[in-house]
């Protein structure tokens, strides 16, 4: 019996293993601990790694995933046409997840909200930070647009890395400033995707933020973009019940810029999905 009692001793102590794997469609993702479901959804030029320490406390309670956007990190370029809602409800289909608390950060806000006008009972709980709303005009263009644009325009993607690198999107602690820039410069590839192979909702969430009827949590950075802050406020007023939140010197990266912010926040939101 000696030996079984030390194996399941190294089993007992052994740290909550992280579950890596690929969509039939090419989307990379990982799971770790055990519970309800909440996925981690990423910013455009980010991978999965951003969310290493909200995967880290979120653990104990939830079953977490965490994926990469198409054309992002592990997951594979698009080979047709695509939407990345259906990519999200795919790693779920795969996990046999019927329903899930969804954490979206800027571009991965509107993946979340479109998936919650989409299927609605399938989404339990909504995290909207540094939102970015489908189909919305901003009334202005960050100065950072115009060479960003510049450079796209010129297949510069080493030149676009550092523009978005420069701008208040990835301003951080120092603590996370390599982690960021690695996270850009390596996810350029995204800039090669042709556009009309991404397909948008058939009504954009712009127009249909009064049919939303999951719990959403909406955070924004006190030092984030105008269009971001006008955004948070726009989903606070226009979804029935939605709790909005704007943390003091806040950043865009929220999560980086005020993590125990939005810790504090998050886990007391997600208290209900549990």
Same mark, same amino acid.
């Given at each position: 019996?000696?030996?079984? /009692? #030390? !194996? %399941?001793?190294?089993? *007992?102590?052994? @740290? +909550?293993? &992280? ?90 806000? /509107? #993946? !979340? %909200?479109?998936?919650? *006008?989409?299927? @609605? +009972?399938? &989404? ?151």
């Amino acid at each position: 019996m000696k030996p079984i /009692t #030390i !194996a %399941l001793s190294v089993l *007992l102590l052994a @740290p +909550d293993p &992280i579950r890596t794997a690929r969509t039939v469609t090419g989307i990379a993702y990982d799971v770790q601990g055990t519970g309800p479901a909440v996925v981690l959804i990423t910013g455009a030029n980010l991978d999965r790694r951003m969310w290493d320490a909200e995967a880290g406390w979120l653990k104990s309670q939830f079953t977490v995933i965490r994926y990469d956007l198409r054309a992002h990190g592990q997951s594979d370029l698009p080979q047709a046409p695509f939407s990345h809602v259906n990519d999200l409800f795919e790693v779920l289909d795969e996990l046999r997840i019927d329903k899930a608390a969804l954490i979206g950060l800027s571009a991965g806000s /509107t #993946i !979340a %909200l479109d998936a919650a *006008l989409q299927s @609605p +009972d399938r &989404i339990a709980r909504l995290v909207l930070t540094a939102p970015a709303i489908s189909g919305y005009a901003p009334k202005e263009r960050p100065p950072f647009f115009t060479p960003l644009v510049a450079a796209l325009e010129a297949r510069d993607y080493v030149k676009a890395a550092e523009v978005m690198l420069a701008s208040p999107l990835f301003d951080v602690p120092d603590a996370s400033r390599a982690l960021v820039r690695s996270m850009v410069t390596e996810n350029d590839r995204l800039w090669t995707v042709p556009r009309e192979l991404m397909k948008g909702p058939a009504r954009p969430a712009a127009e249909r933020l009064d049919e939303v009827r999951t719990a959403t949590l909406v955070l924004v950075g006190e030092r984030d973009l105008a269009a971001q802050r006008e955004q948070a406020d726009i989903l606070g007023r226009r979804i029935s019940g939605a709790r909005l939140v704007t943390v003091a010197d806040g950043g865009h990266m929220l999560n980086l810029t005020s993590a125990a912010a939005f810790k504090d926040a998050v886990a007391g939101f997600l208290a209900g999905h549990r």
